[in-house]
């Protein structure tokens, strides 16, 4: 019977350093996901061109990099840094495939870290190297792919300055680099505190290395934040674009089942209360995008009505908890089951537009407005229902995401040690960043994308711990 892991294999645990990664196993996985790459840029050039948010991450007709109050600046300067290499488009894109690739690099070398086997460590670095998702993320002029290779980056060099011992130039490294994902979609913060937890709890008999690790978790991030913030008032930049909009968003939470008669409205809100019952309503995002909607007819979309809306928001979820509960419930649901309250208008971005089967009307207009700031940005697309196919049979979704999570919590009880420490660090990181956007906003399919490479360490490091405690109880 192959062992999972043996007690002179975790005593001997390798550093978790480069030369791991001539695991032949591991290269042959690694050079499988860059033959699917160059395949995909083959087969679907240059790029997936359907969303109309591309252009304002690419900041077409010369808009400010500060200048947008939906969204952070990081991707956006990654896009002007590699556009001043080349004006190319599929530039960019081959960019961001080598960089989706690294994702795998990193949660093998953080396995290792973890005293993993190596046949093992090779499970979740997979994800990220295999998955339709993730080669459809990287394949488009979107910031999640970015988001993506930044958080599990973080998490997987803060392993290193976590495991065996206290590392504080590591542990910073990964602190800057879950901040700079925080500058690239703001949920990304929600993993500083993650990482502060996790460190004090590792370091907990030191009272000097609590202090310490604290400190190397959480302060760089802070800096980044900072220094993005320097940059704003130093180009004389109008939004940071990170909670510029949070009282809409909030809004757009709460106003599916807001009833002013549990509650005061804000003066100057009263016309946002609705007559219609919470099944006749559309989802948080009809009250954002909708044109026709109540609020975006009576108020300009922006910062400024961006606080009387909120406040609304925090009233409607104050007077009726039990509501907003059942929303994030529902919203959380979707990630496993996508078809419940399918039927709701504008309850956020579907699987089915998130696939290389979809195409619409807009990607000609996104075509039109790329081509005034990049070369050859014509779409040829070959093979697209294999390329479809592939990525409906190689995603994680329903009865995976649910295992993987059975085994996360079941692994948190059974662990020990740095397999603990793993678990409790990718697990939370994972929860934190399914759960951060239905809290304040909505679900959407692609929020769920980022998280699943962490949840299949955490996951996979659970039945770890399992097999661990069978072998170890088989023993005495």
Sequence with gaps: MVEINSRSEISSAPSGNWRELRYEPFLILLGTGLFLRILLMLLYFPAIMIFVDSPRYARINNWPLFGDFWMPAGYPMLLQLLHAISNR?????????????????????????????RWIACIPAAVPLLSGDQLFQEHTVMS??????????????????????LQLKWLAAGSILIGAAGLTRNIGFALV????????VWFRQSRRRIYLALVAATLPALLVLACYWGAIVLTHGRYLGLSDMRGWNLYARAAPFADCRKFTPPAGTEILCEQRPPSERPGPFGYVWDLNSTPRR????????SRKLGVFGQRAILHQPLD??????IDLTKYIDPLVASRQRYGGTPREVLSFAYRNDSEKLVVDAM???????NVRLRGQKILAFYQDAFRLDGLIIL???FFTVLGLVKARG????????????????????VIVMSYDYRYGMPPQALLAVSGVLGIVALAQRKQSDSCR
């Design 371 to 377: 081509a005034k700031g990049y070369r050859g940005v």
């Design 403 to 405: 295992t993987l999570l």
């Design 298 to 305: 009576m108020f300009v979309l922006g910062p400024e009505s």
């Design 193 to 200: 505190p993650v990482l502060g937890i996790c460190s004090v």
């Design 324 to 329: 907003y509960l059942q929303a994030v419930v």
């Design 418 to 437: 740095q397999i603990c420490l793993g678990i409790w660090l990718f697990g939370l990181s994972a929860l934190a960043l399914y759960a951060t956007p």
């Design 89 to 117: 488009l599929w530039v960019t894109i081959a960019f961001q495939h080598l960089l989706g690739v690294s994702t795998g690099v990193f949660l093998f070398l953080a396995l290792r870290r973890l005293g993993v086997a």
């Design 144 to 165: 999640d792919f970015f988001f993506t290779v930044l958080a599990t980056a973080g998490v997987c060099v803060a392993i290193r300055g976590l495991v065996p011992t």
